[in-house]
C-alpha cells in the first residue's frame, strides 16, 4: 500500500512533510519531542486533519477512508492500554475473532507471553509489540507505531525495529533516534 504526503502540516505542530512510501516500505520519523512526531503519524493514519497539503493512502484520500486501511499500534495518549486488562482482554475488546486469530497476532508481533498476563505486568517492549498485535487484528494495509525507542535498552529498540522492518505491511514508525536501517527517513 502506497502513503504518498505532499506538503502535509498541522499549523503550529510539525511543517510541512513529503514522502512517498511504497507498498512494504519501512519509514521511520525521527526528531525531539515536541517536535510533531504523534501528530503527523496521526494524520498519516487519518485520526487528524491536517492544515495544509495533500495525503493519499493506498489511493484513498478521505480520511474515513484512510482510517479501514491504516492501523495504529501503541501511541501513547491515543491507544493507550489499560493496565487492569490482561493481554487476553485487550485482543477480545479489540476485535472478535477466532481465539486462533489472537494467537496468529501475538506471534507475529513476537509477544510471548500468557495471554492471562495483566498488561501492568508487561514491560515497555512488550506492551508496543501488543499494540502492534492489536493493530494486526484490524488486517490493516499499514500500521504506524508511536515512541518504538523511548525508555528501551539498546537490544530491546533494535529487537523492535527488526519486527517493524520485517512485518508484511507498510510500516511507518516514530522515534528519536532512528535505526540503522529503514527504506525512508522523515526528520522533524
Same mark, same amino acid.
Request: net charge positive; with cysteine.
Given at each position: 500500500m502506497e502513503i504518498v504526503a505532499e506538503g502535509l502540516s498541522v499549523a503550529g505542530v510539525y511543517p510541512a512533510v513529503s514522502l512517498e512510501a511504497e507498498a512494504g516500505a519501512f519509514t521511520v520519523v525521527a526528531g525531539p519531542a515536541g517536535s510533531g512526531r504523534t501528530s503527523l503519524l496521526l494524520t498519516l493514519a487519518g485520526r487528524?486533519?491536517?492544515?495544509?497539503?495533500?495525503?493519499?493512502? @493506498?489511493?484513498?484520500?478521505?480520511?474515513?477512508?484512510?482510517?479501514?486501511?491504516?492501523?495504529? @499500534?501503541?501511541?501513547?495518549?491515543?491507544?493507550?492500554?489499560?493496565?487492569?486488562?490482561?493481554?487476553?482482554?485487550?485482543?477480545?475488546?479489540?476485535?472478535?475473532?477466532?481465539?486462533?486469530?489472537?494467537?496468529? @497476532?501475538?506471534?507475529?508481533?513476537?509477544?510471548?507471553?500468557?495471554e492471562r498476563a495483566f498488561v501492568r505486568d508487561l514491560d515497555r517492549e512488550q506492551r508496543v509489540r501488543l499494540g502492534v498485535a492489536l493493530a494486526l487484528l484490524d488486517e490493516p494495509r499499514a500500521i504506524l507505531a508511536d515512541n518504538v525507542?523511548?525508555?528501551?535498552?539498546?537490544?530491546?529498540?533494535?529487537?523492535?525495529?527488526?519486527?517493524?522492518?520485517?512485518?508484511?505491511?507498510?510500516?511507518?514508525?516514530?522515534?528519536?533516534?532512528?535505526?540503522?536501517?529503514?527504506?525512508?527517513?522523515?526528520?522533524?
Open positions: 487528524m486533519k491536517p492544515t495544509h497539503g495533500g495525503l493519499r493512502v @493506498a489511493g484513498h484520500t478521505r480520511r474515513r477512508a484512510i482510517r479501514r486501511v491504516a492501523a495504529l @499500534a501503541l501511541v501513547d495518549g491515543v491507544t493507550d492500554l489499560d493496565r487492569s486488562l490482561t493481554v487476553r482482554e485487550h485482543l477480545r475488546e479489540r476485535r472478535r475473532r477466532p481465539a486462533a486469530a489472537y494467537g496468529a @497476532a501475538l506471534e507475529r508481533a513476537g509477544l510471548t507471553v500468557d525507542d523511548a525508555g528501551l535498552p539498546a537490544a530491546a529498540c533494535q529487537s523492535l525495529w527488526n519486527l517493524l522492518r520485517d512485518l508484511d505491511h507498510t510500516v511507518i514508525a516514530s522515534c528519536v533516534q532512528p535505526p540503522a536501517r529503514y527504506d525512508h527517513l522523515v526528520e522533524l
